[in-house]
Nanobody, 123 residues
């Protein structure tokens, strides 16, 4: 199995950028398809984006397309979420998740989850 730890969250102003990291331990990260999700207070967890095992294919929610970029460095066992042009509606706890078997990128049924990192965007 794999353990995931997110970092890089914080309080920023609208228009700022943040880069989240998701560091994995245990099995090598290259075995897993990776996803980023977020959950705002009172809302369901929603898909932000996903990246294939090699990093070749990337998928994004419409709400973040063009602003957020997912990347991965399998040699460092780390996945990143670069977030630009942040908006107050991006405020949420952000989670990375890993799975070997994928039913649908946006479905939150990934096998392994991190503990989350808070991102707060002020207007």
């Amino acid at each position: 199995q794999v353990q995931l730890v997110e970092s890089g969250g914080g309080l920023v102003q609208a228009g700022d950028s943040l880069r989240l990291s998701c560091a994995a331990s245990g099995r090598t990260l290259s075995s897993y398809r990776m996803g980023w999700f977020r959950q705002a207070p009172g809302k369901e967890r929603e898909f932000v984006g996903g990246v294939s095992r090699s990093g070749t294919y990337k998928y994004y929610a419409d709400s973040v397309k063009g602003r957020f970029t997912i990347s991965r460095d399998n040699a460092k066992n780390t996945v990143y979420l670069q977030m630009n042009s942040l908006k107050p509606e991006d405020t949420a706890v952000y989670y990375c998740a890993a799975t070997e078997i994928l039913s649908e990128w946006a479905r939150p049924d990934y096998k392994y989850w991190g503990q989350g990192t808070q991102v707060t965007v002020s207007s």
